[in-house]
Protein backbone atom coordinates (compact mmCIF):
# COMPACT_ATOMS: atom_id res chain seq x y z
CA UNK A 1 0.00 0.00 0.00
CA UNK A 2 1.29 3.22 -1.05
CA UNK A 3 1.58 6.73 1.30
CA UNK A 4 -1.39 8.01 -0.54
CA UNK A 5 -3.24 4.83 -0.29
CA UNK A 6 -2.93 4.02 3.46
CA UNK A 7 -3.66 8.16 3.74
CA UNK A 8 -7.03 7.96 2.12
CA UNK A 9 -7.63 4.95 4.26
CA UNK A 10 -6.95 6.52 7.25
CA UNK A 11 -9.27 9.40 6.29
CA UNK A 12 -12.05 7.21 5.34
CA UNK A 13 -11.96 5.32 8.93
CA UNK A 14 -11.89 8.75 10.60
CA UNK A 15 -14.75 10.02 8.20
CA UNK A 16 -16.53 6.71 8.89
CA UNK A 17 -15.86 6.85 13.11
CA UNK A 18 -17.15 10.51 12.84
CA UNK A 19 -20.59 9.41 10.58
CA UNK A 20 -21.50 6.38 13.02
CA UNK A 21 -20.96 8.79 15.96
CA UNK A 22 -23.14 11.32 14.08
CA UNK A 23 -26.13 8.47 13.45
CA UNK A 24 -25.88 7.98 17.07
CA UNK A 25 -26.29 11.28 18.22
CA UNK A 26 -29.20 11.82 15.58
CA UNK A 27 -30.64 8.77 16.59
CA UNK A 28 -30.73 9.52 20.33
CA UNK A 29 -32.27 13.32 19.40
CA UNK A 30 -34.70 11.45 17.20
CA UNK A 31 -33.40 13.59 14.75
CA UNK A 32 -34.92 12.09 11.42
CA UNK A 33 -33.76 15.29 9.06
CA UNK A 34 -30.35 14.41 10.38
CA UNK A 35 -30.54 10.89 9.93
CA UNK A 36 -32.06 11.16 6.24
CA UNK A 37 -28.93 12.96 5.22
CA UNK A 38 -26.45 9.80 6.41
CA UNK A 39 -28.57 7.13 4.87
CA UNK A 40 -28.25 6.25 0.94
CA UNK A 41 -30.76 6.35 -1.20
CA UNK A 42 -32.02 3.36 -0.53
CA UNK A 43 -31.88 1.25 3.00
CA UNK A 44 -32.46 -1.92 3.93
CA UNK A 45 -32.23 -2.06 7.93
CA UNK A 46 -33.23 -5.54 9.87
CA UNK A 47 -34.11 -4.82 13.55
CA UNK A 48 -32.71 -6.48 16.83
CA UNK A 49 -36.10 -8.47 15.90
CA UNK A 50 -35.67 -9.65 12.74
CA UNK A 51 -37.96 -7.09 10.86
CA UNK A 52 -36.54 -5.25 8.12
CA UNK A 53 -37.56 -1.50 7.12
CA UNK A 54 -36.75 0.23 4.10
CA UNK A 55 -35.44 4.16 3.98
CA UNK A 56 -38.50 5.49 4.37
CA UNK A 57 -40.07 3.24 7.07
CA UNK A 58 -36.94 3.59 9.09
CA UNK A 59 -37.05 7.17 9.06
CA UNK A 60 -40.75 7.46 9.31
CA UNK A 61 -40.11 6.56 13.38
CA UNK A 62 -37.84 8.19 15.56
CA UNK A 63 -36.66 6.40 18.09
CA UNK A 64 -35.19 8.49 20.93
CA UNK A 65 -33.25 7.21 23.27
CA UNK A 66 -29.93 7.09 25.45
CA UNK A 67 -27.90 4.77 22.93
CA UNK A 68 -24.36 4.87 23.96
CA UNK A 69 -22.18 3.54 20.65
CA UNK A 70 -19.31 1.28 21.00
CA UNK A 71 -17.20 0.60 17.49
CA UNK A 72 -15.50 -2.99 17.31
CA UNK A 73 -13.61 -2.76 13.78
CA UNK A 74 -14.22 -0.72 10.73
CA UNK A 75 -13.33 -2.27 7.10
CA UNK A 76 -12.98 -0.43 4.12
CA UNK A 77 -13.09 -2.04 0.95
CA UNK A 78 -12.53 0.22 -2.10
CA UNK A 79 -15.89 2.46 -1.94
CA UNK A 80 -17.41 0.04 0.42
CA UNK A 81 -17.16 -0.58 4.17
CA UNK A 82 -18.09 -2.55 6.91
CA UNK A 83 -18.66 -0.92 10.66
CA UNK A 84 -19.10 -3.21 13.43
CA UNK A 85 -20.25 -1.94 16.75
CA UNK A 86 -22.70 -2.48 19.71
CA UNK A 87 -25.18 -0.15 21.04
CA UNK A 88 -26.73 -0.08 24.25
CA UNK A 89 -29.53 1.21 25.12
CA UNK A 90 -31.53 1.07 28.55
CA UNK A 91 -29.86 -1.87 29.50
CA UNK A 92 -30.01 -3.75 26.13
CA UNK A 93 -27.30 -4.36 24.44
CA UNK A 94 -27.39 -4.82 20.49
CA UNK A 95 -25.01 -5.78 17.79
CA UNK A 96 -24.86 -3.67 14.52
CA UNK A 97 -22.98 -4.02 11.18
CA UNK A 98 -23.67 -1.43 8.93
CA UNK A 99 -22.25 -1.25 5.30
CA UNK A 100 -21.48 1.79 3.91
CA UNK A 101 -21.21 3.13 0.43
CA UNK A 102 -19.49 6.39 -1.01
CA UNK A 103 -21.97 8.57 -3.15
CA UNK A 104 -20.51 11.25 -5.00
CA UNK A 105 -17.57 10.72 -2.76
CA UNK A 106 -19.88 10.68 0.59
CA UNK A 107 -20.13 7.70 3.00
CA UNK A 108 -23.41 6.92 3.42
CA UNK A 109 -25.38 3.91 5.07
CA UNK A 110 -26.91 1.31 2.77
CA UNK A 111 -27.34 -1.64 4.85
CA UNK A 112 -27.84 -2.25 8.76
CA UNK A 113 -28.40 -5.40 10.27
CA UNK A 114 -28.59 -5.71 14.03
CA UNK A 115 -28.99 -8.87 16.48
CA UNK A 116 -28.72 -9.18 20.24
CA UNK A 117 -25.35 -8.60 21.84
CA UNK A 118 -24.06 -11.64 23.66
Given at each position: ?36 TMIASRLA ?39 ACTVADAGI ?26
Amino acid sequence: MSDNEGAAMTNDIEALLRLNDAINTAENAGDLAALGTMIASRLAFRRRDGSVADRETFLAAPRPGERRLRIESVQVHGARAIVACTVADAGISTHNLRLFAKEDGVWKLLGWANEPAV
